[in-house]
Every structure is written in C-alpha cells, then in structure tokens.
C-alpha cells in the first residue's frame, strides 16, 4: 500500500531527524506504536498525545529544527492514514477499553453503525451490525475485525431493542440522519438502557438534528481516558 508505505516511512525519517527534540520524538514514537499495534489487531495501550506543539514550543525549537511545522502537519494526517488504512475512525486506548468495560458490566449491548467493528472485538455479549454500505466513506472496504450482522441501523435497534441493556453509536457519519431516527423510536418506545454516543459534538460526527435534540449528559467515568489528540474533540455521551 502506497500510502502505507510513504506515511510510516517519512514518520521513522522525522524520527532520526527529530532525535534529540523530546517533545517531538515522544508524539512521533507514540503513532508509530499504535500504528504497530493495529497492523496486529489490537489497541494502543494509552492514549496518543497531543499531536500539536503549541507556538511557544515551535518559537523556541524552529531555528535548530526548522521542519517543525512540517512534522506537525505529517503527524496530524495520522487519523486520515489510519481511516484510509484500516478503516478505523475512532482511535482510543486499552486504557479507556477498561472503562468501557467496567460500565457495560457483561450486560447484553447492541453496536449500530458498527463499521470494522475494531471496539465489538474486545467486548462481550456484543451484537455488532452495519449495512457496510461504505460506498461514500474515505475507506470503502469494510474488513471487520470481528462478526458483523449486516443490518441496517434501524432495523437492527428494533430487532434487539428488547434483548440489550446498551445501545452504542460511535462516530457515527455526519452525512446521515439515522441517529436521530434511533433516538426517536427508542423515545417512543421508553427504553430504559443506556445510548452511548461517542463523537464529536456539532462537528465531525453525527447529524446536527440529533445534537440539537438529544439530552447528553458528559460521562465522567468514560471520558477519563478518553483524550482528544488532534483537531477533532470527541467525547462520549450517554443520550436520552
């Protein structure tokens, strides 16, 4: 793979251009690890840092590295690099997986909008389902990391409304409006459970009706670990 190739390479470039720069070593040395540990099927076991230098850093760091401004700019195409890789959108640790875990205690959880399903891997009692109608995404080949029901999102939240205690949408595409038809039936419906929404609120995810409508409350416990790295600040909700 092209892209592939060019991105980690220029990355271990930066690496031995940058080796005596700590504060740019350290972001260069996190995404190729997490670049490491996806090509095996797995999860970064921390969350990435945050990839910009803020302008005192650069100021202070440009006369000695003056291509500063350009890593910055390399290590901020890391989440369009692993979308056009892997197909995967929402990038989080092992660290918050933990959390994740310990709030859906083993209780019976429905994903829609599943994508690769890389978070339904390393959950249990989770249905995942997608109508893997990729067609205009930046990755258009959907290659799920675990079982995948292909089944649209509505479709499946009446299916296994009754039999799930959590309902997670994560990132969740801007261009549709089935998230706010999902919270519409389960409103209708009076389910009791948790709707976990994780993305980015009025912005990269999800539609604007559904952030105008939904009452999101921040959870604590599934934001401690949870950090945005880049431009995108994602966080995770429970919606009603």
């Known amino acids: ?7 980690i390479q220029n990355l271990k470039n930066y690496l031995v251009e940058f080796d005596k720069l700590p504060i740019a070593k350290k972001k260069i040395t996190a995404l190729l690890e997490a670049d490491n540990c996806y090509k095996k099927g797995n999860i970064p076991t921390k969350s990435l840092p945050n990839l910009e230098f803020t302008e005192i850093e650069i100021l202070e760091h440009l006369t000695e590295f003056p291509n500063i401004m350009e890593l910055e700019s390399h290590l901020l195409d890391f989440r369009e690099y692993i979308i056009e890789e892997y197909g ?14 310990a709030f859906l205690a083993n209780e019976q959880t429905l994903m829609i909008m599943a994508g690769n399903a890389v978070l339904g891997k390393f959950l249990k009692n989770i249905i995942c389902t997608d109508n893997l109608d990729w067609r205009h995404q930046d990755n258009e080949r959907p290659n799920p990391w675990t079982e995948v029901e292909q089944l649209d999102a509505l ?28 919270l519409h039936y389960l409103r209708q419906k009076k389910w009791k459970g948790n709707l976990i929404v994780l ?38 909700y429970l919606a009603k």
């Not at 939240?157 to 549709?176: A, M, R």
């Not at 959870?219 to 600040?233: A, G, Q, Y």
Request: hydrophobic share 35%; charged share 30%.
């Open 1 to 7: 793979d092209v892209m592939e190739e060019e991105y």
């Open 155 to 182: 479709e499946a939240v009446k299916k296994y409304l009754n039999n799930v205690s959590n309902i997670i949408i994560e990132w969740c595409p801007d261009s549709t409006d089935t998230d706010i038809k999902v």
């Open 199 to 236: 993305g980015e609120k009025q912005g990269a995810t999800n539609s604007k009706a559904f952030w105008k409508e939904a009452h999101l409350e921040r959870s604590v416990d599934l934001n401690r670990h949870h950090k945005p790295f880049d431009f995108i600040k994602d966080q995770v």
């Open 88 to 101: 995967i959108w929402h990038i989080y640790s092992q660290e918050w997986l933990q959390d994740l875990k």
